[in-house]
């Protein structure tokens, strides 16, 4: 269970959004510049709310009233960025590992293999990033979010730097992991197609506000 | 094949030896100042700015001279430090402190080039992916800067092999303890018939400079291949 409800004046915009999220995919759907990145950036601790509260499974990640303001690394949520944004100097499978280096857990052979399985990536660890395919390398990122184990999934329009054909070849991994994770995710979308493909629930903003929010329905009006 | 006195000689083990300590010892620092330039903002930074630049503007032998004046036997450093054993002045060691002052401007604009180059994106991933601030830096900020490090590296090191001013002014020009390559060239053109001597060095410090840049090219290139290679 994820509760937001967080202010931000980012220049002359305004970003003042309320939400609550179940466990299953919610998206955050809307157009360009509707504010859906600042959203995902204060939920992941990346920017932070000029006011406001954040709450992930009952722990209170940032809370304006009494300064709580839990620092990104310490936040273990997983996030997916637009673009990839693999370590360049690092192979694919330190790339896989460096979340879980970085949070002190132990080896787990069998996850890694599980994850690398479950998004055919097994074969690439050898490579470096910059020998991925656009698709291959959201799946990396995916897979590098997964293995630090999270307690929340962000992915900020993961498939909008790929081309139609790509999406299609990746869209099923994406299906494949909520159903077989049962991790909470929030999916940033401006694709209706993309959302009814993956989410249950629809929080649709629009000019940094929410203006409705329900099922996956709501895309068709 | 060229032949040198044993003077000769020590003064290119000397010079190199300067020069080495003078990068090793500064390229912590180097960094670290670097780093905050490139990624922190905090009052007095223009005024740090400015200072680490001083050398490079003023005239070396005032910088050789302020540093007499700090380090030297009496001065306010100098005598604390001579208190606890460390002398520096007409010291091959201060020959070194010389140079990194004189070589620092160059080695911290180079690295705060580079990293101010490195994608401040990467640094956000690294921190969702549980990574703290100096973990971000030591695995993501200062591998993707390497080739910059190493170029600054380098370039300190050509320029504390070629420190001439400040150095004489600060430890002046002992055979075998502070003269360097350079210092020796100037004492060569000083003497009557020192004029095959001078060059026989000089030609030396160019075979130094040049192996250094060659091996920094090489260095840098292996560098940013493995960063951003595939």
New interface residues.
Partial sequence: MISIEIDKKLGDFTVSVSFEADSGVTALFGPSGSGKTSVVAMIAGLSKPDRGRIAVDGETLFDSATGIDVPAHRRRIGYVFQDGRLFPHLSVARNLDYGRWMTGLPRDEAQFRHVTELLDIAALVKRRPGALSGGERQRVALGRALLMKPRLMLLDEPMASLDARRKSEILPYFVRLRDETKLPMIYVSHDAAEVKALASRVVLLDGGRVVNSGGVELLNQ | MLSLSPDEWTAIALSVRVATVATLFSLPLGIAVAWLLARKNFPGKALLNAVIYLPLVLPPVVTGYLLLIAFGRRGIFGEWLASVGIVLSFRWTGAALACAVMSFPLLVGAIRLSIEAV?R??E?????????RA?TVF??TL??ALPGIIAGAVLAFARALGEFGATITFVSNIPGETQTISAAIYTLTQVPGGDAQALKLVAIAVVIALLALILSEWFGRRAGA?????
């Fill in positions: 994608d994106k990467l956000d991933a690294a921190s969702t992916l549980g990574a703290n973990w695995t993501v591998p993707l493995r960063v951003h290679g595939v």
